[in-house]
């Protein structure tokens, strides 16, 4: 399908402004348009200088959690000598994420700039993009970019004849949701099965190969050329206080233009659903809404007024996630929505922890039985059972992504959960 | 001759391929060595290389034979068992061989929410396979998989290396016909 799939506010496209543009791929059409002038701005600072910009601007890890990049950075040990590396965690596997795949495919150079600033900040010699398997269209623009910056000189012995070296190696995964989690990530890449540790230790004392570690998702990364070369106030234009800055959508599921659009933080969600996607096609009416990737709290069709800050989002009892919402219309039957996420998490446990194991299988039997009319009333207090087991008693964090659907699905919708125990019938229309 | 693959990326080449040559020797080339050589190349510990030569051999021959995994792991200093416990925990190794046309339909919510199911259906009945099964000519291969990164364009559909998406039922028997000159 064609680009760009964005909304016409000119003065949201920082990310995506090249999008749509194959010469955008190359270096020589990244340098047209002014690519890699922030890695020369950068390679005139000294590292901490380079941190204390991004901790100014505000920026927040686009992985999911939100975490200020600035202060995630500033963990890092400042002596130099040792041994650091950044991970760039180009996994994107949360259902309703297609962002960091739309950064790699048409701005590849964006992200390679952004991983070569950070790794100097935090005083990093080698940087790893970990680049979910599936991704082989992806992954062919992408190297085909690191090889050239490569050639060029923009990566490698003396970047630009700074007299500072930085390696970049892209690194594929296999299938596996886990290797997204940024512990699992860094037992995946150290070749092993990709299971996320308890912390601490954290990974900036202590990440893959016994060194001091910052892993950062690929939009994160890919806002730091722009916040480097135009300073922490231009990033702080867009958002609020606590989230500034603007952010790559993901909108799915039922809308008449789904796709991505970048947006300032802090457009009302009603907004990026009606006016910007057009909402539900065939003139339906929307029945719910998970905003933030499958992992992040419904919201009913009365809810979407919320603004979509880390804050906002908070206050309106979900979160903002990986910004993707995934849009249900009215014909939609959530209980067997409810279930194929179910389903994932229980496919994706690593199985380190029974609560996790056990439980995510349970919850998708159980959905999976009252979906085919055997449920019983009980099952509803068994679910709700499973979701206190399954909260913050984990190493990782996935246990609890599937009680966040399931939890408010059940608070927000009971009536459809009853509806299939009693009669065998779905409330959607 | 294939162009020199840069150390840089030798580790993260796309491994699931219609070509492929099931009788290959994995490092007893000077394409094996090669690559072998520029995946350590890459890392401070043999046992990093562990993905990339996996990968490498699901790229040759289409999947990963328990001699491969041995292979690998002695180049790796590492035992056959431990390379069999993280090969197992990655569901893009394929365990056995299978049919030419790899072909994964996402049913995660998104895809779900348009038609996923019906999308997956009309696949298995074109190519005449229950899931997982492989076709009597060897042709192809259907699988449900997870999310696959790009819920907006639903159905999203992966046939080897390549993406197809805004699946329908209708659009199935057509894609399946460009798969290779001779289709179906
Ligand atoms: C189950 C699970 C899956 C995750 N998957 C991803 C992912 O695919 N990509 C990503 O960037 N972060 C993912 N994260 C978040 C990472 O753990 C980590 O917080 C993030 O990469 C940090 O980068 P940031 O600070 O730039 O956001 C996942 C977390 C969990 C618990
Ligand atoms: S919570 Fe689940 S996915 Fe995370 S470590 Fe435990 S078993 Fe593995
Ligand atoms: S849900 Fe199908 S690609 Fe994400």
Redesign the interface.
């Known amino acids: ?1 064609a680009y760009p ?1 964005r909304d016409d506010r000119e003065t949201t496209t920082v990310l995506s402004r090249h999008m749509g543009e194959p010469e955008a791929r190359t270096l020589s059409g990244w340098l047209e348009r002014g690519g890699y002038e922030a890695l020369g701005t950068a390679l005139e600072m000294e590292p901490d200088e380079i941190t204390e910009i991004v901790k100014e601007s505000g920026l927040r890890g686009r992985g999911g959690a939100g975490f200020p990049t600035g202060m995630k950075w500033g963990f890092m040990p400042k002596e130099n000598g040792r ?1 650091h590396y950044l991970c760039c965690n180009a996994d ?7 962002k ?2 739309e950064i790699m495919r048409w701005t590849p150079h964006l992200m390679i700039e952004g991983c070569l600033i950070a790794a100097r900040a935090i005083r990093a010699g080698h940087v790893y993009i970990y ?7 992806v ?2 623009v ?2 085909q970019a ?2 050239e910056a ?1 050639e060029a000189g923009y ?1 490698g012995r003396s970047v630009l004849g700074s007299g500072w070296s930085c ?11 886990i290797a997204g989690e940024e512990t699992g990530l860094m037992s ?7 299971e996320p540790w308890m912390k601490p230790p954290f990974p900036a004392a202590r990440g893959i ?1 016994g060194a001091p570690t910052t892993v950062n998702n690929v939009e994160t990364l890919a806002s730091v050329p722009g916040i480097v070369a135009n300073g922490s106030a231009w990033y702080r234009q867009w958002g609020s206080d606590e989230s500034p800055g603007t952010k790559l959508w ?5 809308l008449v233009k ?3 659009y970048e947006l300032e933080l802090g457009v009302p969600l009603s907004e990026i659903i009606y006016d910007v996607c057009g909402g539900a096609p065939d003139g339906k009416r929307v029945r719910a809404v ?1 905003p933030g990737g ?1 992992s992040t709290p419904f919201l009913t069709a009365d809810e979407l007024d919320c603004e979509t800050t880390y804050e906002g989002m908070q206050a309106a009892g979900s979160s903002l996630g990986t910004a ?1 919402p ?1 849009v ?1 219309d009215e014909s ?1 039957c959530l209980l ?2 409810m279930r ?2 179910a389903q ?1 998490y229980a ?2 446990s ?1 199985g380190q922890c029974v609560q996790c194991r056990e439980g995510t299988e349970w919850i998708a039997k159980i959905l999976r039985r009252i979906e085919d009319g055997d449920g019983e009333m009980k099952d509803i207090d068994t679910l709700y059972d499973l979701c206190e087991q399954l909260t913050g008693r984990t190493i990782c964090v996935l246990a609890d992504s599937v009680v966040f659907p399931l939890r408010s699905s059940l608070d927000k919708f009971r009536d459809e959960y009853e509806s299939h125990i009693q009669q065998d019938a779905c409330t959607a229309t | 001759m294939s162009r020199r693959i840069h150390p840089s990326v030798a580790g993260a080449q796309p491994f699931q391929l219609a070509e492929r040559d099931p009788e290959a020797p994995l490092f007893e080339s000077a394409e094996g060595q090669e690559r072998l050589q520029a995946v350590l190349s890459r890392y401070p510990t043999k046992q990093a290389a562990l993905l990339p030569l996996l990968g490498y051999a699901n790229e040759l021959h289409g999947w990963v034979s328990k001699q491969d995994m041995e292979s690998i792991a002695e180049r790796l200093d590492l035992t056959p068992a431990y390379v069999w416990s993280v090969a197992s925990f990655y569901t893009m190794y394929n365990k056995h061989p299978i049919g030419r046309h790899f072909i994964q339909v996402c049913t995660n919510i998104s895809c779900h929410l348009n038609g996923a199911q019906r999308v997956l259906k009309r696949f298995l009945e074109e190519t005449g396979t229950r899931p997982g099964e492989t076709s009597e000519d060897g042709r192809y291969t259907v699988i449900e998989a997870e999310c696959l990164g790009a819920c907006g364009f639903a159905t999203a559909v992966q046939i080897n290396d390549e993406y197809h998406e805004n699946v329908t039922p209708e659009r199935v028997s057509q894609i399946l016909a460009g798969l290779d000159g001779n289709g179906s």
């Open positions: 399908m799939y041994a994107e596997s949360e259902p309703g994420a297609f960091d795949r680049v979910r398997g599936e991704f082989f269209p992954v062919r992408l190297n690191v090889v490569y990566i390696d970049i190696t892209v690194h594929l995964g296999a299938g596996a949701y995946s890449l150290m070749g092993g099965r990709a190969f993901c909108c799915s599921g039922h789904p796709g991505n998970i499958s993707s995934i249900m939609t067997s929505a194929r996420i994932f496919h994706e690593c």
